[in-house]
């Protein structure tokens, strides 16, 4: 697993998990272009790792995935010492209530319907990131 990064002056990475290649990439696009340095992993499994090896200062997390989902990938993370603190946001077409409560249960900061909207998506990362994350 090697992890892909596209600098930024703000300094705040983030890493994208989809199991969709061009979901991830549109994900880096924007958020690159929007100042903020990305990381990727195609599955729960290679995000676990990624981040303990190389914690992000936030994760965008796929709901549905093969092997562990985005609920579980965020039970997990919350659980370890190492990245239990690191905001999680969670992307999903399914936007119904009980979704929404199961995705925030797990621990997950925000949850975020598909299709994405680039303004949107850029304002909650910069929202749940905090000060650090505003715009010069």
């Known amino acids: 697993m090697t992890p892909s990064y596209e600098l930024s002056a703000e300094g705040r990475r983030i890493l994208i998990v989809d199991d969709e290649p061009d979901n991830r990439e549109l994900l880096q696009i924007v958020l690159t272009w929007d100042g903020f ?6 599955s729960g499994e290679e ?7 190389h914690p992000p200062d936030l994760v965008l997390l796929d709901l549905m995935m ?6 579980q990938v965020t039970t997990l993370m919350k659980q370890n010492l ?5 905001p999680v ?3 999903s077409a399914m936007n119904d209530r ?6 925030l249960s797990a621990g997950a900061a925000e949850f975020i319907s598909k299709p994405i909207d680039r303004s949107d998506l850029c304002a909650r990362v910069r929202a ?3 000060p650090k ?4």
């Open 133 to 136: 994350a505003a715009p010069a």
């Open 128 to 130: 749940v990131l905090g």
């Open 37 to 42: 340095a990305t990381q990727t992993a195609a």
């Open 47 to 53: 995000a676990l790792a990624s981040a303990v090896e």
């Open 98 to 103: 009980a979704t929404k409560l199961r995705v």
């Open 66 to 71: 093969p092997g562990l989902d985005g609920c």
């Open 89 to 91: 946001m969670i992307i």
């Open 82 to 86: 190492v990245t239990k603190n690191i």
